[in-house]
T-cell receptor, first 112, second 117 residues
Framework: SQQGEEDPQALSIQEGENATMNCSYKTSINNLQWYRQNSGRGLVHLILIRSNEREKHSGRLRVTLDTSKKSSSLLITASRAADTASYFC????????????FGQGTTLQVKP | ETGVTQTPRHLVMGMTNKKSLKCEQHLGHNAMYWYKQSAKKPLELMFVYNFKEQTENNSVPSRFSPECPNSSHLFLHLHTLQPEDSALYLCASSHVGRGGASTGELFFGEGSRLTVL
């Protein structure tokens, strides 16, 4: 399977703490993206990191990419109860025609 | 609002029914996608349309029939479905270059929750 795999599958933290989610994939990629999904809703794009980038920031989000280890991490700093959601990594593979392959996701619960 | 609208949001149908899911995007994108999301499984890519042409059919059973009349509209026609087809069906759109490579993110609709009795 080409899909990314997230770790952990579930994460529960207190408000104010940092949350780290990891994603591993198997073959060369063009880019890796992180999405968020609130329960029963559609996915919302958070951040995209290209294969030649190592780190990217967006507000309280920090994404790293290690192509030698074929892995990425998403860090949410100073978490809030509203961050409670499922988070998915998705990979766009080299030679691909625009499709993304999603992992199973990490379910994050932030307790107030 | 993401600019991608899916209807209906909820659908209950029997195994002998014929129904359709509709997706419309107002973003000027030229690629549209159907994904299936079942409980405890990763999102499964079903179909991809680039410039109204189907470029991907991910071994989807023929009881699912997509239609893309133009770059803004995408349908998923359903007939003689099975209970295991119950899932959240997500439509997405993106911009792709002339060579077919995606330039970035997908924009998703809110999904159509399908229950097959």
């Amino acid at each position: 399977s080409q899909q990314g795999e997230e770790d952990p599958q579930a994460l529960s933290i207190q408000e104010g703490e940092n949350a780290t989610m990891n994603c591993s994939y198997k073959t060369s990629i063009n880019n890796l993206q992180w999405y968020r999904q609130n329960s029963g809703r559609g996915l919302v794009h958070l951040i995209l990191i290209r294969s030649n980038e190592r780190e990217k920031h967006s507000g309280r989000l920090r994404v790293t990419l290690d192509t030698s280890k074929k892995s990425s991490s998403l860090l949410i700093t100073a978490s809030r109860a509203a961050d409670t959601a499922s988070y998915f990594c998705a990979t766009s593979y080299s030679g691909n025609t625009g499709k993304l392959i999603f992992g199973q996701g990490t379910t994050l619960q932030v307790k107030p | 609002e993401t600019g991608v609208t899916q209807t209906p949001r909820h659908l209950v149908m029997g195994m002998t029914n014929k129904k359709s899911l509709k997706c419309e995007q107002h973003l000027g994108h030229n690629a549209m996608y159907w994904y299936k999301q079942s409980a405890k499984k990763p999102l499964e890519l079903m179909f991809v349309y680039n410039f109204k042409e189907q470029t991907e059919n991910n071994s989807v059973p023929s009881r699912f029939s997509p239609e893309c009349p133009n770059s803004s509209h995408l349908f998923l026609h359903l007939h003689t479905l099975q209970p295991e087809d119950s899932a959240l069906y997500l439509c997405a759109s993106s911009h792709v270059g002339r060579g077919g490579a995606s330039t970035g993110e997908l924009f998703f609709g809110e999904g159509s929750r399908l229950t097959v009795l």
